[in-house]
């Protein structure tokens, strides 16, 4: 069994020590700011500090060295064999054709040893929270064991020539680019959400408080002009400074996280690298992509953009760690429009179908949540009401109380009514030779597209009166993650379930 | 395919789970009292605590006695060769269908209550989600595992046969 590169130990060490002197710094901030008085007590805890500094250190140390004699890979005739862990220890065997996905991950401390990560899944549901394979190597090495396990998972068998010829992508090669351009106007959209979220937030803050200042007679708040202008200045910088932070945060997101954001087709794989500080390389079969799903917030809706996710078993979770970029995008941000064209280029199978069906009413996706928020509302009512009357509470602070309670649930009622305008509107199924695209979701348009094939149960829910009305909600459940393969199609004529049944495969 | 209902002891166990979840609520219930009794609060903060605690909490239990018979007259299921099927759901009433071939595996379940009632739940997992048969006799479930698996691997080969 090989070992994997030295490499590992010494950018884990520098790691640990990274991030164990940034724990130190705050500890000895804490103590610093803590004492007023010059800190002569800190010199003598000084060496204690820094002995268990070390002794933790030297645990590290061993950890990592033990780590690295236990660890190793082998490449067989028909598998890969990987051993790794040192309490607990895990042996993992995967055959050839079973390959699901094949990453590579290349942090910046990795950069400078020269070393990746490359992960092997199986694209098991019962291991989707981590790859069965690990091999941490030389990044040219990586890069060989990549077209290497390419080339195994489609023959299934090792000869004794070894590695085939290296498949040299350029970016050239590249599907899809996801250009300087789009990343500044991905980065202003999320702004623009930030701002619309925040500033409707505000409103709402000064409508509640201008109704309590009225009943109240609050005259903390100042005359009304005061609390108007108060009001809005605070609004203003609320949202100025959000979306301040949504631009640092999309910046690094978009212009870090996807950097040389790249789709290439690789033969019967799709490879997709992105990553400035870790460097993703992902590869995978097409015919392990098992959906399709677009996305559109509320204002990409409105300006004509969307983003485009991969849903393949065990493929988007089998890091674990990663915050920088979602492993399951294949396009970040695109208009809308154009989607039909990248999909055509990156994987044709997969473009959506026009709508054929639509919700058939709009009162359902109201009427249970209006019953629940008006039972809710009156039980906290009488609630808040009862002891106030015990206590006789003077008449205006119920009148506010009565006021905040109702106001509160009609800000909800009305979110909710614009969801199910917006969900009225989407709600709609399209089914055409074998494929199926899905339409559904209020705020955020979502559209699902996946093979008949992929279906491993429908479900229809109803209630007794939609029963009579012929309406039922259709719940899909397609091949992919446990968490995300469920697909809710609301309120549609209640033979769409029976059609769907007939598509199971049976 | 004909749906069948789940056996009477199914329902005694409901009423066995939902009498322990209304003691518990009852208990802490009473506790809230005893508390409030022995601490000398005053008698318009006891009352208005109990009416705010007390209200909730018979709608609450009154839900949880009503809802085992419901739940059982609306609970239905049954499999063939090719899909398993299952009818549950008070107000919203599901209907669901599983075809045999995607089946993965299935776990049998059985808690201290159920072991005393010789009941057990059936989980089948597929390739994405699992679902479960409510509570079946033990009996039931273990002929349920035995037939669906012999009908897995028959169904296979069929697919497979279609295939080629």
């Known amino acids: ?506 | 395919m004909e749906l069948k209902k789940l056996n009477k002891s199914v329902l005694k166990l409901w009423y066995i789970y939902a009498a322990i979840a209304a003691f518990a609520i009852l208990l802490t219930f009473t506790i809230i009292a005893i508390t409030l009794n022995v601490a000398g609060a005053p008698g318009d903060v006891t009352v208005a605590t109990l009416l705010g605690i007390g209200i909730p909490a018979f709608v609450i239990i009154g839900i949880i006695l009503i809802m085992p018979a419901l739940r059982y007259k609306m609970y239905a299921w049954g499999y063939d060769d090719k899909r398993i099927t299952v009818k549950q759901g008070v107000i919203f009433r599901q209907r669901v269908v599983i075809p045999v071939c995607q089946i993965q595996d299935h776990h049998r379940t059985q808690g201290p209550i159920m072991m005393i009632l010789k009941l057990s739940g059936v989980i089948i997992s597929t390739a994405g989600s699992n679902f479960s048969i409510s509570t079946l006799t033990t009996e039931e479930a273990d002929r349920i595992i035995d037939d669906l698996g012999g009908k897995l691997e028959s169904r296979i080969e069929e697919l497979k046969n279609e295939e080629v």
């Not at chain 1, 870090?256 to 290439?264: P, W």
């Not at chain 1, 979602?326 to 039909?340: Q, S, T």
């Not at chain 1, 055409?432 to 279906?455: C, H, P, W």
């Open chain 1, 1 to 506: 069994m090989k070992r994997f590169d030295k490499g590992y130990i010494y950018s884990a060490l520098l790691s640990d020590l990274l991030g164990s002197l940034v724990i130190l710094f705050f500890l000895m901030e804490e103590i610093m700011l803590e004492s007023e008085t010059p800190p002569v007590g800190l010199l003598s805890i000084l060496p204690g500090i820094l002995g268990a500094f070390a002794v933790i250190y030297l645990c590290f140390i061993t950890y990592r060295i033990l780590y690295y004699m236990t660890s190793g890979y082998q490449l067989t005739e028909k598998e890969i064999k990987c051993n790794r862990g040192v309490l607990y220890r895990r042996r993992s065997v995967l055959e050839y054709k079973n390959v699901h996905a094949i990453n590579k991950k290349q942090t910046l401390l990795h950069r400078i040893f020269g070393i990746a990560v490359l992960t092997v899944d199986s694209g098991s549901t019962n291991t989707f929270h981590q790859a069965e394979i690990t091999i941490i190597e030389k990044s040219r090495t990586v890069d060989a064991l990549v077209n290497e396990l390419n080339a195994l998972k489609e023959s299934g068998v090792r000869t004794a020539e070894g590695a085939t010829e290296e498949v040299l992508l350029s970016e050239d090669d590249s599907l899809y680019r996801f250009t300087s351009k789009s990343k500044m106007l991905y980065t202003l959209i999320n702004i623009a959400s930030t701002a619309f979220f925040t500033a409707l937030l505000g409103v709402m803050t000064i409508i509640v408080l201008g109704i309590c200042k009225l009943i109240l007679q609050l005259d903390s708040l100042g005359t009304w002009g005061q609390y108007f202008l108060f009001a809005f200045m605070i609004t203003l910088g609320s949202m100025l400074l959000f979306s301040f932070f949504s631009f640092v945060g999309c910046m690094i997101h978009s212009f870090v996280g996807y950097h040389k954001f790249n789709i290439t087709k690789r033969g019967n794989d799709i490879q997709i690298s992105y990553g400035l500080l870790e460097r993703h390389t992902n590869t995978f079969s097409y015919n392990r992509i098992k959906a399709v799903k677009i996305s559109q917030g509320i204002v990409q809706r409105m300006l004509g953009f969307a983003s485009i996710k991969l849903e393949v078993i065990g493929y988007t979770t089998n890091t674990g760690k990663d915050n920088s970029a979602e492993l399951g995008v294949l396009v970040p941000f695109c208009k809308y429009n154009e989607i039909g064209d990248i999909l055509s280029k990156v994987l044709p199978g997969f473009i959506p179908e026009k709508k054929q069906t639509r919700a058939v009413a709009f009162f359902p996706f109201v009427s249970w949540f209006v019953l629940i928020l008006g039972i809710v509302s009156g039980v906290v009512l009488i609630e808040a009401l009862l002891p106030m009357l015990i206590f006789k509470v003077s008449s205006s602070v119920v009148a506010a109380v009565i006021c905040s309670v109702i106001g509160s649930a009609a800000v909800v009622l009305l979110f909710k009514i614009l969801s199910a305008v917006l969900s009225y509107q989407n709600n709609g199924i399209a089914v055409t030779n074998g494929k199926i695209t899905a339409y559904y979701g209020g705020f955020t348009k979502n559209i699902t597209v996946f093979n008949a094939k992929n279906l491993i149960a429908a479900e229809s829910v109803t209630t007794p009166l939609r029963e009579k009305a012929g309406i039922s909600s259709l719940v899909m459940h397609i091949k992919t993650n446990a968490i995300t393969n469920e697909i809710k199609v609301h309120i549609q004529q209640d033979s769409l379930s029976e059609e769907i049944e007939q598509l199971l495969t049976l």
